[in-house]
């Protein structure tokens, strides 16, 4: 039980920070009230009610610790993530990757929020910052908090859209012109469905790709897409070969049926456990509808498909963290005033959850007289926030977890020449250091 008198702290948003902040206090025997608009304000992009909707992809990317998503998986499991776990109990076949059935894995998160005494979760609109809290609205925070956060943060939001990719029907796919394969083979070694393009087919494609008609943002609205989530229409524009070398990278992926890798394709991922529905791996799009019905028709095995979700562009809006952020993502006024989530400039929901158990961890430390903390730069966690700390706040952009934000190797390491370890050998050894490293910064908490 919690003695009477335990401090109460207040989580905006239900998304994967807010829920991941949210246990982080109640299991330090902080009392939350864990705050969602939702059913009362809808968005833009949310399809449900329930707490943890994934919106864009399925994937929570790579599992393997090589990888960096797959190293901020292992950090925040030794963190104690209650998001992870979820994630697991929900997983679908996806290779190399965890992805998840959407709705068994918002439902397992709402269920194990739910069951939390600590807890209580309130369906309202908040429109000024809370304190002590977490604010983790996400990049559809509404129009009133956005206000209230201009207000006390000087002007310094930003915003991008983002794009999501269809989902389709599996008994609507022409089969017999697709093949089951992981590239190279991992997870599964079938877990995704392949159309393979030949030269004359990827070049039709690519035209009916460009001429096609999109969506138009308003004049005032510029439209600083994340380069990491690019519609596939404007990867298109940059040059014909600019998809074959990202989403429709035919590497590893040989045609059983040949033996040979086709000059491209289009990977389908399993979105639900039965296997019903299916996500074009990378084509998130601005395509009007009926222009996503004749272009992505043209696919090899996808003449006749069903679309069970469009693609669609939403407005994403963004805090300039290195400009108005302090110490540990909390407000530069209020050491009590977290903030976690794609809101600070962190892409992927992984990153996204990640934020939300620290900052919680954060402000319980706070709220028990202790200072905040993060792991060092050395853990792909401490990199992350090292990142949103001391970026250039001029050409500050939206950052996923990557092995070029984490502190380099000694200089007694060679990169290059007689004795230097390889790419491959250089990776274990930045693997090896962070989860040392991590562990060293655990016990100190």
Same mark, same amino acid.
Request: neutral net charge.
């Given at each position: ?9 207040t ?10 902040a ?6 330090r025997g902080?009392?939350v009230r864990l ?8 968005t833009p992009?949310h ?6 909707e ?7 990317k790579s ?11 292992? !950090? ?5 993530s ?5 994630? *697991?109990e929900?997983?679908v076949p996806?290779g190399?990757?965890?992805a998840?059935? $959407?709705?068994?894995f ?7 929020i739910?069951? #939390?005494?600590?807890?209580t979760v ?11 809290g ?12 956005t206000e ?6 000087g002007?310094a ?12 029907s599996?008994e609507?796919l022409?089969?017999e ?6 590239r190279y083979g991992?997870g599964?070694? *079938? ?10 087919e990827y ?5 009916a790709?460009v001429?096609a *008609?999109?969506?138009?943002g308003h004049?005032f ?6 380069e990491?989530?690019?519609?596939v229409? !404007? ?6 070969d600019t998809?074959r070398?990202?989403?429709m990278k035919?590497?590893?992926l040989?045609?059983?049926r040949?033996?040979?890798e086709?000059? =491209?394709?289009?990977?389908?991922r399993?979105?639900d456990r039965a296997g019903?529905?299916? @996500? ?6 601005r395509?009007?509808?009926? #222009?996503?019905?004749?272009?992505l ?6 003449e006749?498909? !069903? ?8 407005r @994403?809006?963004y805090l ?7 110490? =540990?993502l909390?407000?530069r *006024?209020d050491? $009590?005033?977290f903030?976690?989530?794609?809101m600070?400039g962190?892409?992927g929901?992984?990153?996204?959850l990640?934020?939300?158990?620290l900052a919680?961890?954060n402000?319980?430390r706070?709220?028990a007289g202790?200072?905040?903390?993060v792991p060092?730069p050395t853990?792909m966690?401490?990199?992350?926030y090292?990142y949103?700390r001391?970026?250039d706040?001029? @050409?500050?952009?939206p950052? @996923? ?10 200089d007694?390491?060679?990169?290059k020449?007689?004795g ?5 050998g250089r990776?274990?050894m930045?693997?090896? $250091? ?5 562990g ?6």
């Amino acid at each position: 039980m919690t003695p009477a008198g335990a401090p109460t702290a207040t989580v905006v948003g239900g998304g994967l920070a807010g829920c991941e902040a949210a246990w982080a206090l109640a299991e330090r025997g902080v009392r939350v009230r864990l705050v969602e608009m939702r059913p009362l304000r809808r968005t833009p992009a949310h399809q449900g009610e329930r707490l943890a909707e994934l919106v864009c992809s399925n994937s929570f990317k790579s599992i393997e610790t090589s990888n960096a998503h797959g190293l901020l998986k292992a !950090e925040l499991r030794r963190l104690g993530s209650l998001l992870l776990p979820c994630a *697991d109990e929900a997983a679908v076949p996806a290779g190399a990757a965890l992805a998840v059935d $959407r709705e068994v894995f918002s439902r397992l998160v709402e269920e194990r929020i739910g069951a #939390e005494p600590l807890i209580t979760v309130e369906r309202a609109e908040v429109t000024e910052l809370p304190s002590p809290g977490v604010v983790a609205t996400g990049p559809l925070t509404s129009q009133a908090l956005t206000e209230a956060l201009t207000r006390r943060l000087g002007g310094a939001s930003l915003a991008f859209y983002d794009a999501i990719a269809p989902i389709v029907s599996r008994e609507s796919l022409r089969e017999e012109r697709l093949y089951a394969l992981s590239r190279y083979g991992k997870g599964g070694g *079938d877990d995704y469905l392949n159309a393979p393009l030949d030269r004359e087919e990827y070049g039709r494609f690519i035209g009916a790709l460009v001429a096609a *008609d999109q969506h138009q943002g308003h004049e005032f609205d510029p439209v600083p897409y994340f380069e990491g989530c690019l519609p596939v229409e !404007e990867m298109a524009r940059r040059g014909p070969d600019t998809l074959r070398f990202g989403p429709m990278k035919p590497v590893g992926l040989a045609d059983p049926r040949t033996g040979r890798e086709p000059w =491209a394709v289009v990977q389908l991922r399993r979105e639900d456990r039965a296997g019903q529905m299916w @996500n074009l791996v990378g084509f998130q799009t601005r395509l009007r509808i009926q #222009e996503q019905q004749r272009v992505l028709r043209m696919i090899p095995g996808l003449e006749e498909v !069903e679309f069970l979700r469009y693609g669609s562009i939403h407005r @994403n809006t963004y805090l300039n963290a290195p400009l108005c952020l302090g110490e =540990a993502l909390a407000a530069r *006024d209020d050491s $009590r005033l977290f903030f976690a989530g794609q809101m600070t400039g962190v892409e992927g929901y992984t990153e996204s959850l990640a934020t939300g158990r620290l900052a919680g961890l954060n402000l319980a430390r706070i709220l028990a007289g202790r200072p905040p903390t993060v792991p060092p730069p050395t853990t792909m966690l401490g990199a992350i926030y090292r990142y949103l700390r001391e970026a250039d706040p001029a @050409n500050f952009q939206p950052m @996923n977890a990557n092995w070029g934000l984490v502190d380099p190797l000694p200089d007694t390491v060679p990169a290059k020449g007689r004795g230097a370890p390889g790419k491959d050998g250089r990776r274990r050894m930045l693997v090896t $250091r962070a989860e040392q490293d991590f562990g060293a910064w655990l016990a100190t908490l």
